[in-house]
C-alpha cells in the first residue's frame, strides 16, 4: 500500500521597517544630531569667549605692569609713559577690536619739578589719550590712533570669531559698585559709553578711566567700567576695570 506523505511546508516570513517606521526612526536621529550639534556650536563657542574676554583682561593687566616696571619704548626718552587700553565702538569695527598703546603725548607743565622722581617741567608727558603720533604738541594729538598705522598704538587686537563687545558700561560711583547688572545692562546709576581708555602710570598701580568726547584727550574721570562682551547665542562675560587698579572677569546671567 503506497502512502502519499504530505510535506507541510512551511512559508518563511522576512520581518523588516516599513517606509513609515524608517523615517520615523531617521526624523528623531536628525533631531537627535541638530541638538547636540547646536549644543556643541553653543559650548564651543562659551569656550572661545572666554578666552577671549580673559585676553582683554589680561592686556589691561600687562599695560598696568608695563606702566608699573618702568618699560621704555625705543625713540621715547623717559619712564613717564603711561600705557593703556583703547575702545571705540563708534568705529565701523569697534566692536571687534581694542588697542594696546602705550600714552606717550602731552608735556609736563602743571608738575612740580621739585617731587622726588617726579619729571621736570618740559618732559614728555601722557595726556590719556591714544594719539597718532608720538609728539605731544601736535595737530596730529586730535587724531586717535584707532588705525594702528603708527603713533601710540602697539597692538590692534581683535576678538575672535563670532565674539563681540556690546556695550561699555562706566560708572562715577564708589570702586564698590558695578557699573552693569547680572544681565549685562548699564546700571541706573551707571552710564553707557561707546569709547573707553584706561590707562595706568607709576607708581601708583591705580587705574585712569575716561572716556574720550569726539577723539579729545579731556573727558569724564570715572572709578569703574564694565567691558560686556558676548557671543552669538547671546551668552555674556564682562570684564571689570575698578580705578584701584583691580581687573576681573565675571559671569553674567543667560548661560
Known amino acids: 500500500m503506497n502512502f502519499s506523505k504530505k510535506q507541510n511546508k512551511k512559508t518563511k516570513i522576512s520581518r523588516a521597517f516599513t517606509l513609515i517606521e524608517m523615517l520615523f526612526v531617521l526624523a528623531i536621529f536628525g533631531i537627535l544630531t541638530s541638538v547636540v550639534l547646536f549644543e556643541y556650536a553653543n559650548f564651543n563657542s562659551q569656550i572661545i569667549m572666554n578666552n577671549t574676554v580673559y585676553e582683554v583682561a589680561l592686556t589691561t593687566r600687562q599695560a598696568q605692569v608695563y606702566a608699573l616696571g618702568t ?3 625705543e625713540g621715547l626718552e623717559g619712564f613717564y609713559n603711561r600705557y593703556g587700553v583703547y575702545f571705540d565702538l563708534n568705529k565701523s569695527d569697534g566692536d571687534k577690536n581694542f588697542i594696546f598703546f602705550i600714552d606717550a603725548g602731552g608735556t609736563v607743565n602743571f608738575k612740580e619739578s621739585s617731587i622726588v622722581g617726579g619729571p621736570l617741567e618740559g618732559d614728555n608727558y601722557a595726556n590719556n589719550f591714544c594719539d597718532d603720533d608720538l609728539d605731544g604738541d601736535s595737530a596730529a594729538d586730535e587724531v586717535d590712533c584707532y588705525t ?5 598704538c602697539l597692538e590692534k587686537l581683535t576678538l ?7 556695550k561699555i558700561c562706566v ?9 552693569y547688572d547680572l544681565d549685562g545692562e548699564c546700571e541706573a546709576y551707571a552710564d553707557q559709553s561707546y569709547d573707553l581708555v584706561v590707562t595706568f ?8 578711566i575716561t572716556t ?7 573727558g569724564t574721570e570715572y572709578t569703574s567700567a564694565g ?5 552669538k547665542f547671546g551668552n555674556r562675560r564682562a570684564v571689570l576695570i575698578k580705578n584701584t587698579g583691580q581687573v576681573s572677569v565675571e559671569v553674567l546671567n543667560g548661560d
Open 212 to 218: 574720550p568726547i569726539n577723539d579729545s584727550r579731556s
Open 71 to 73: 618699560r621704555q619704548q
Open 171 to 179: 560708572s562715577g560711583g564708589t570702586s564698590f559698585d558695578s557699573p
Open 160 to 166: 575672535s570669531r563670532d565674539i563681540e563687545i556690546e
Open 201 to 208: 602710570e607709576r607708581p601708583d598701580p591705580s587705574a585712569i
Open 148 to 152: 594702528c598705522s603708527g603713533g601710540e
Open 227 to 231: 567691558i560686556v562682551i558676548k557671543n
